[in-house]
């Protein structure tokens, strides 16, 4: 059974930072793309970063691009979220996802159709 597990939201003030984390059991992590997306009351899940599952390319949504970095370590099965910077905008739930398929790079990494498990979510609250 896969499973992803977040951790690292908080409550933080606007300008500061947090690292979100997401490990992967049950399927074998190196081989698969992952997703960040957030989420917040009475909207649609959107899109934040993704990472091929070499690590050798990355894609940001443009309200974060320069402030998030996404990356992965395979040794750990884990991948990350370096959030800096943030707004009050940023608050919302954080959800990280792998991809449906090994090894494949096509289609749209900012589709949440591509990605068929989800971790629980993580809050993240920034203060303005």
């Known amino acids: 059974q896969v499973q992803l597990v977040e951790s690292g939201g908080g409550l933080v003030q606007a300008g500061g930072s947090l690292r979100l984390s997401c490990t992967v059991s049950g399927r074998t992590f190196s081989r698969y793309a992952m997703g960040w997306f957030r989420q917040t009351p009475g909207k649609e899940r959107e899109f934040v970063a993704a990472?091929?599952?070499?690590?050798?390319?990355?894609y940001y949504a443009d309200s974060v691009k320069g402030r998030f970095t996404i990356s992965r370590d395979n040794a750990k099965n884990t991948v990350y979220l370096q959030m800096n910077s943030l707004k009050f905008e940023d608050t919302a739930v954080y959800y990280c996802?792998?991809?449906?398929?090994?090894?494949?790079?096509?289609?749209?990494?900012?589709?949440?159709?591509?990605?068929?498990?989800w971790g629980q979510g993580t809050q993240v609250t920034v203060s303005s």
């Open positions: 996802a792998i991809r449906r398929i090994a090894y494949y790079s096509g289609g749209s990494y900012s589709n949440n159709l591509h990605y068929d498990y």
């Open positions: 990472i091929t599952w070499s690590g050798g390319s990355t």
